[in-house]
């Protein structure tokens, strides 16, 4: 949402990097919504860069690397979050969508880490650069 529409707080929340809770769906939707623009208008830039970037296979190495340890971190952090609603009784649906997330998150992770490997692999494979 632009920030002109924003109300001061939640223009400095964002600023300070902090999320507030939304208490109806429509909040919750205008904020999905705005996180998503914003990663879609990047996308252009990374695309262009990745692939100037990605020329060898292991010049790709790094960069999954680091997307992996960045999940990685996301997804215990959530491990946590999952932790403390089911400490906390929260609603059954709730606790199965964390599940499903924290699941999801380790397999990527696992994905991201062959992929890795790929990358030593296919080095020392003969005739890949």
């Known amino acids: ?3 002109t529409r924003r109300s001061l707080i939640d223009a400095a929340a964002a ?13 919750v939707d205008a904020l999905l919504t705005e ?4 990663a879609y208008h990047a996308a252009a830039y990374h695309a262009a860069l990745a692939t100037a970037k990605n020329t060898t296979t292991l010049s790709v190495q ?6 992996r340890g960045r999940i990685l971190a996301d997804v215990l952090y959530l491990e946590g979050v999952l932790a403390g609603a ?3 009784g929260l609603a059954p649906e709730l606790i199965q969508r964390l599940e499903d997330a924290v699941d999801h998150g380790h397999e990527l992770t696992v994905l991201l880490a062959d992929t890795v490997r790929a990358t030593t692999t296919a080095r020392t494979e003969p005739g890949r650069p």
């Open 35 to 38: 996180q998503s623009e914003t």
């Open 86 to 88: 089911r400490t906390h």
């Open 1 to 3: 949402m632009p920030l």
């Open 62 to 67: 790094p960069g999954v690397l680091d997307v």
């Open 15 to 27: 600023r300070l990097g902090w999320r507030r809770a939304y208490d109806t769906t429509t909040g």
